[in-house]
Structures are given as C-alpha cells and as structure tokens.
C-alpha cells in the first residue's frame, strides 16, 4: 500500500463518496466515545539581551515553530479525554518529534569577544511529552516542553574570536541565552481557552490563541536567572496559533505491504492508496470499518454535524479506485452509508455494503445488510432489499438493479461478516398449470425467500427454513407469461440473492 497522503484536488472523472452517520446508536453502544484528534499549530519570537546597557551585550533572538498533535475520547457527555502523545496502542498519536523547537541568532560585539551565529535551537535530551487537559469546559493545551539551553545534544554552534584575534567557541552562551524561556516552560508555550459541549456540536473547532491565552507570562526580565543587576537583562515572548478539535475519519487497524501503521489516524484530506498486492483497515469513530481492496484509493474528503452523546459520525470518504467494503456492528442501530455523486445519491441504512468502479466507470454498489435506497434530483426515492444493489452511471445518474456481485468484491467481506452462499438455482417444470420445482444449493441453514414478479406486480412470495446442501421447494403452478424469479438466501440478517427471468409455457 502507498503512504498516507494529501492532495488538494482530483483530476479523476468518477468517484464514490461515502457518506457515514446520521444515526444513534442504542444505550449501551452510546455509552464508548468517539475518538477526536487535537493539533495545536503555533509560531513564535523570544528575543533576551544579557549585560543590557554594559560594554559586553550579549543578544539572542529565537523564532519558534511548533505542531503538536493529540488523541482524545470525546464521551457522551461532551467531555474529552486525551491520551499521551507518542507510539502507543492503535488510537493513539504517532509522533514524529522535530528535529529543533526553533532557531536561535545570537551575537555579541565587546572588548572581550565577537560572536555572530546562527542556526537550530533543538529540544533538550528526553523532552516530557506535551500534555492535552479537558475540565469544566476549560482546554488546557501544550506545544513546546523544553529547549536545550545547556548545549547538552552539542547542536549549538557559534565560532567566534577574542581581543587578540583567536577563534573561541561562544556556542555555551549562545544555548545559555537563546534557551533562557527553559524555567518557564511548557507554561508560556501552553494555551488555556474555553470549550464548551455545544461548540463541538459541528464536528470541528478552531479558535485562534496567542501570548494572552497562555497557561503563564513570562517575565520581563532574566536578571536574576544570570545573576545581574535589574534592567541588564530584559526579554520579552510572544506567540500566535490555532487549536483545532475534529473528529477524524478513522485509525488503521490493519495494514499490510508498504502501507502507514497501525494506529494511524486518518484526518479530513488524508488518502489512503493500495497497491496490488496489499490491504487496509479502518477502524471509524463509531466502530465501522471501512476494508480497501488491492489497487485501491479512497480520500476522506470532510465532516458533518453530531451531536455530543449520539453516535453520530458523518464522515465523508470518497471511493476513487477499486473497490471497498463497509460494515458497521449491528448495536448501532440508525446508522447509514450514502455513495453520492452529482445526479444521484445511493447508500444503505444498515450494516454493511460493498462498493467497486468498474473498467467503464460505472459504480457498482451491493447491499450485505440492511436496506439500499437510491435518489435521483426531482424524482422519488426507490428502495431495496439485503442482496441486492445497482450499477450507477455517476455522470447521468441512470442506473440498473442488479444481484451481480463480483468474486473480487465478495472477497472483501471477513467470513464472519459474509452472507450465505446460494448456488444451483434454477426452475424446473415450468409448464402451465404445473407447479415448478425450485433447485438451489446452500452452504448453511438459511432463510429462503422466493418472490416470483410477473411485470410490476409480485405473483409469488414464499419463505421458508432451508437446511445445507441441495434442496428442491415446489412452487405453485402459473399460468403461461414472462417471469422474473428472485431468491434470497439470509443469516443472521446479512443476504444473498440471485435473480433470473424465465417462461411459463
């Protein structure tokens, strides 16, 4: 599988859009969070100058710039728990430490010593990790946990010469001064601003923090952290940036071939591509899962409203190559998939489905459990039974029912989740008069269910306990006309139908 990716826009004719959610969820699923993804962006300046109004100024100025990522478990209530940062359990964030927090530019011009440098200013060894805190309405956030003020990883380097013209190394006080905000991190790098349960209604927060929304100020002086008189040592810190609270579209739960991690969370934007020979799982905030096929691609595209204590989670996921499946476990009651493009909307309000473009791209959708319905603009709504589906022209919206449902689509359903198999069916004694027999084979006890349509109207509706293996049913005799036979085969809800048209002579 290709890597994670972004992408601002697609040249591609055809796409399925995947539209999840719309649904609550029944008390006890209701009860397990939604997981949300928190990123704290942020750039800022410190500037500090040592032995201020003397013959030996020293000066550093340092720009910051820093994106801090974290998971969180938004309850029911509206509540937000956040979990450390780092590798961990499948959920929570991969972080990919910077390799610098900043970048320093010191100098110094005196009697004594000349110094002008530039370059990295990197976290200490072994930075705390930054921590995320939701209580009482009120969202307590960290970017930057430590700078290396001691040149302790020897990543600071400033040459310069003394009074008689030899080269001395400036590179301690360089750290010394550039780092001098250390003793009051990660306070004045820490963002503290309300967040009420209403504000999360919409899916996704931004606010804009800065300098004054931070946990602490910082001083207006460094003179007593050097050891100088009062005024010699002024420094001064402001920063800007944005939090932003969203719910993502999932975390990977599987993956295989050169395909992103497990625990990798997939955010609005993010592509997710497969090659030929590999796979991958997503695991959504409400417990779906949504299986990409070999030589695949799917983007999740945006999200829509929910509402805090429902199990709502509209994302958007659109389906560009190959095919998917989607299920959604069966405790989650309300919930629907939606394939939506420009003349026409598909889906299922249900559990489970699967989709795939095929060489002339049309869209073929099949619906494992649930019901299937399709929207064209300015005409009903037509709905549809558990193994069947459709085959959808995207761009004219025309579209036909069908049970065709490929090997290659089929093999994307778990075996837990697949539908009983129904072979061998087929008529025999189809004379007037006469009632015909039904051949059909089964690989599990199942439900059987014929419908026998003459036209628009059903002539025929029969259903019965069916043990495996080859079974004959004996219908009752027609008259002589055209028929169109439909036989489903259902466990534990999820079906499978097979369709043909015969004649009674």
């Known amino acids: 599988m290709r890597a994670l990716g972004r992408r601002g826009g697609w040249t591609a004719v055809l796409a399925i859009v995947v539209m999840l959610g719309a649904g609550v969820a029944s008390a006890s699923a209701a009860t397990a969070p939604l997981k949300v993804v928190l990123e704290f962006d942020g750039t800022g300046t410190f500037s500090a100058t040592n032995q201020a109004g ?27 728990t956040f979990q450390a940062t780092g590798a961990g359990a499948p959920g929570e964030v991969l972080q990919t430490p910077a390799p610098a927090v900043g ?39 960290q970017s930057i946990t430590s700078v290396d003020q001691n040149n302790q990883t020897g990543q600071i380097h400033c040459p310069g010469i003394d009074q008689f013209g030899n080269a001395i190394d400036d590179s301690g006080e360089a750290a010394n ?106 695991t959504q905030p409400d417990g779906g899962i949504v299986r990409l096929g070999p030589s695949s691609k799917m983007q999740c595209v945006s999200q829509a409203s ?86 959808l022209n995207p761009s004219s919206g025309a579209y036909t029912m069908t049970t065709a449902w490929p090997a290659a689509d089929q093999a994307l359903v778990p075996a837990k989740q697949q539908p009983p198999k129904l072979t061998g069916v087929r008529l025999t004694g189809t004379r007037a008069g006469r009632p015909p027999k039904l051949h059909l084979a089964l690989n599990k006890k199942a439900t059987v269910t014929v419908q026998i349509q003459r036209g628009k109207h059903r002539v025929l509706t029969r259903t019965a306990s069916v043990r495996p293996g080859s079974r004959v049913l004996t219908l009752k005799a027609l008259p002589k006309g055209r028929y169109t036979l439909t036989v489903f085969a259902t466990v534990q809800k999820r079906s499978v139908a097979v369709q043909e048209s015969f004649r009674v002579t």
């Open 177 to 282: 001064l550039a780092g001098a905000f250390e003793n009051y991190l990660p306070d004045v790098l820490g963002a503290r601003i309300s967040l009420s349960a209403d504000e999360l209604k919409s899916g996704t927060v931004t606010k804009s923090v800065s300098s004054s929304d931070a946990v602490a100020q910082l001083p207006g002086s460094c003179a007593d952290q050097f050891g100088v008189p009062e005024g010699q040592c002024p420094m001064s810190l402001s920063w800007s940036g944005t939090i932003k609270v969203s719910i993502p579209c999932g975390v990977i739960t599987f993956s295989d071939g050169d395909a992103p991690p497990v625990g990798t969370l997939v955010n609005p934007g993010d592509i997710v591509s497969t090659g030929a020979k590999s796979r991958v799982e997503i």
């Open 103 to 141: 970048t320093y530019h010191f100098t110094t011009n005196n009697a004594l010593d000349t110094a002008d440098c530039s370059g990295s200013l990197p976290a200490a060894p072994s930075p705390p990790d930054p921590v995320a805190t939701y209580q009482g309405g009120t969202l307590t956030v």
């Open 306 to 391: 929910f509402e805090p204590g429902e199990r709502s989670t509209p994302d958007t996921l659109k389906l560009l190559l190959g095919r998917m499946w989607g299920a959604i476990d069966d405790a989650t009651g309300g919930h629907s998939y939606e394939v939506a493009t420009e003349r026409a909307g598909t889906g299922v309000r249900g559990c489970a489905f699967t989709a795939s473009v095929q060489a002339d791209g049309k869209i073929l959708f099949h619906v494992i459990q649930g019901t299937g319905f399709i929207r064209v603009k300015g005409k009903p709504e037509v709905d549809f039974p558990s193994g069947e589906g459709l085959l």
């Open 54 to 80: 003397t013959e030996q100024p020293e000066h550093a100025d340092v720009a910051l710039k820093w994106s801090q990522t974290y998971a969180g478990d938004l309850q029911p209530d509206g509540s937000i």
